[in-house]
């Protein structure tokens, strides 16, 4: 199996800052790596596709980087309704996901 | 428009076998390249892959759970189902089908999930 690494495990943000989430593959996983958001009680939502694809209908200020083992999620000026668990996923092989990290209010 | 959405029944007992339903609009799994996958969460915990269906009948189970997962689907009223055997209490958790497309492994749209609890 792939394991996918997430740091910080919690993250601690002002509103407005930028801010960078890190998922590390213990294997190359090429671009084949996913960003998730889930809200409390929510299903997640996919954010990011193969690493810096845009999804339609997300907020500009998500952007992802990043192939073969060390991969970032960015939020340019964090927003309150932004506070979530983001998980990263590999589908270069069977699918597997990171542990998340989780974004709060300092 | 896609949409998915899980049933199943809510609490059984250990030993028991699990039955899962998807129920999908927005695309047909006859089409190449559409998959339906399952994915759990313990409460408080995170993601779980366990297993996905494809287009051409083709299931991927999640090693870790060995034998006790069957995939399946019934085309012509698009669903998905998934089984899983022989339950015990470290299966309780919210279960979600997500729609996923064939090579790139994503879910792009996902059910609202459904909890599943294990008890006797």
């Known amino acids: 199996d792939v394991v996918l690494t997430q740091s910080p495990a919690t993250l601690s943000v002002t509103p407005g800052e930028r801010i960078s989430l890190s998922c590390r593959a213990s294997e190359s996983v090429d671009t084949y790596l996913h960003w998730y958001q889930q809200k409390p009680n929510e299903s997640p939502r996919l954010l990011i596709k193969y690493a810096s694809q845009s999804i339609s209908g997300i907020p500009s200020r998500f952007s992802g980087s990043g192939s073969g083992t060390d991969f970032t999620l960015s939020i340019n000026g964090v927003e309150l309704e932004d506070l979530s668990i983001y998980y990263c996923q590999q589908g270069n092989s069977l699918p597997t996901f990171g542990s998340g990290t989780k974004l709060e209010i300092k | 428009q896609v949409t998915l959405k899980e049933s199943g029944p809510g609490i059984l007992q250990p030993s028991h076998t699990l039955s899962l339903t998807c129920s999908f609009s927005g695309f047909s799994l006859s089409t190449y390249g559409m998959g339906v996958s399952w994915i759990r969460q313990p409460s408080g915990k995170g993601l779980e892959w366990l297993a996905s269906i494809w287009w051409n009948g083709n299931t991927y189970n999640n090693p870790s759970l060995k034998s006790r997962l069957t995939v399946s689907k019934d085309t012509s009223n698009n669903q998905a189902f998934l089984k899983v055997t022989s339950v015990d209490t470290a299966d309780t958790a919210t279960y979600y089908c997500?729609?996923?497309?064939?090579?790139?492994?994503?879910?792009?749209?996902w059910g609202q999930g459904v909890m599943v609890t294990v008890s006797s």
């Open positions: 997500a729609h996923t497309r064939y090579r790139y492994n994503y879910f792009d749209y």
